[in-house]
């Protein structure tokens, strides 16, 4: 599926907030995250329903490795043909793949395989999808709006957590899995008119000739990030936050409960801490628009979150576990939505695909295999250390913000 890029930039002088075409792109872009909150909670339970537990795990990792390994040259499809072309064409081959399986779960039972295969094709199409959406909001508003943007897109991911798992549930609860995947298809589904509709401008730069292969492609945006004064010490700091960050706030939040007598209950209310310390976070970024001097408290924010990630394993409390946990998301939020407006706004607009696709390859590739070796290293040496090694690892990236000139002195356009 195509769609034509309009010349005709976003309205002048409006905040996004207030502005129909970015509106637009929120409500396609919500969409199509409640939708795929729907859609791992329906596979989970499909997965679960038709196997044991490890081929359950299987089915629901099956996704992890054609994002990992096609990620990069994601990010060159996406500059190639434009960000808003390869998403409005992602979401139609999700839609359609999830359908599929919702009519074919309902009408026999066919086994663990085309559950396994779906996880295939969203993995796959996650590979292109995920770095034209980075890439996206730049087409649809102006630099000086993109901190806005960003905090408007953490509360959009927020609305998906809280939304998603209750409509999952419900549309499991009401139709069985096939039910919840039929919902999770429309959600998406929703997206794509909403896409269409949306303006995007011309980038600066488009309508130069293109690098001849994706080989030759891909190794000019690796060398804009290389090169680039703030972009280089961005990307460090961006993969030691998520190295550090994914593990503590996973796996080894659910043993924290679990040693500590919390429960189920327990782990949802420190969750649902950090949920709203993150969308705190993001609706003060809606709200403002932009913080002056961002780089520097990009890296201020960065190390008082791994400050507070540390401190989770040592609090007694569950109260005082919650309250620390509203702190993660905040500073956590802030400096992870900062550090993507500064991506965005520095980066070459033709490389734009490219350098979100590198970003994504620590966070959605490499830092989930930070998982097992936490549980691994909190069996052998306990909560304590592993939490301490995390946030020494996330403060590192907070370090790397402050002491790289470019990345610390960076600002975000007025």
Request: with cysteine.
């Amino acid at each position: 599926m195509t769609a034509t890029v309009l010349p005709t930039a976003p309205t002048a002088h409006r905040p996004a907030h207030r502005d129909p075409n970015v509106l637009r792109w929120l409500a396609a872009y919500a969409s199509s995250m409640v939708g795929d909150s729907v859609y791992y909670l329906a596979l989970s339970w499909a997965a679960v329903r038709a196997g044991s537990p490890a081929q359950a795990g299987a089915v629901m990792s099956a996704s992890a490795l054609p994002r990992a390994v096609l990620m990069l040259f994601g990010g060159v499809v996406a500059d190639r043909l434009g960000p808003r072309r390869v998403v409005i064409g992602s979401d139609a081959v999700r839609c359609a793949a999830v359908l599929a399986v919702a009519a074919l779960l309902f009408l026999t039972s066919p086994g663990l395989w085309p559950l396994a295969l779906l996880a295939l094709v969203f993995g796959t199409v996650d590979a292109v999808f995920m770095p034209a959406v980075g890439a996206l909001p730049a087409r649809v508003t102006t630099h000086d709006q993109l901190a806005r943007v960003q905090g408007m897109r953490g509360l959009a991911i927020r609305l998906s957590y809280v939304v998603g798992a209750p409509l999952g549930g419900l549309g499991v609860a009401v139709g069985g899995a096939a039910g919840a995947f039929g919902l999770a298809g429309l959600l998406i589904a929703v997206s794509v008119p909403l896409l269409i509709s949306v303006r995007v401008r011309d980038l600066p730069t488009e309508g130069r000739a293109a690098v001849p292969t994706p080989w030759q492609d891909l190794r000019a945006g690796l060398t804009h990030v290389r090169r680039h004064r703030v972009l280089a010490p961005l990307m460090w700091a961006i993969a030691l936050g998520d190295l550090g960050f994914v593990g503590p706030l996973n796996v080894g939040l659910t043993l924290l409960a679990d040693r500590r007598g919390w429960g189920a209950a327990g782990l949802g209310w420190v969750l649902a801490g950090f949920g709203v310390g993150a969308g705190c976070a993001a609706l003060l970024l809606t709200v403002r628009g932009r913080l002056p001097r961002a780089g520097l408290v990009t890296g201020c924010t960065a190390l008082a979150g791994a400050v507070a990630i540390g401190a989770l394993a040592f609090v007694p409390g569950l109260v005082g576990a919650v309250g620390v946990a509203l702190l993660v998301g905040l500073f956590a939020g802030l400096s992870g939505a900062l550090c993507q407006a500064l991506l965005q706004t520095h980066a070459d607009p033709a490389c734009l695909g490219r350098v979100t696709a590198v970003s994504g390859l620590v966070s959605l590739g490499l830092a989930p295999l930070t998982m097992p070796l936490s549980a691994a290293a909190a069996d052998a040496f306990g909560l304590g250390p592993v939490y301490v090694v995390s946030a020494a690892v996330c403060g590192l990236g907070g370090v790397v913000a402050l002491v790289a000139p470019g990345l610390r002195r960076a600002e975000l356009p007025r």
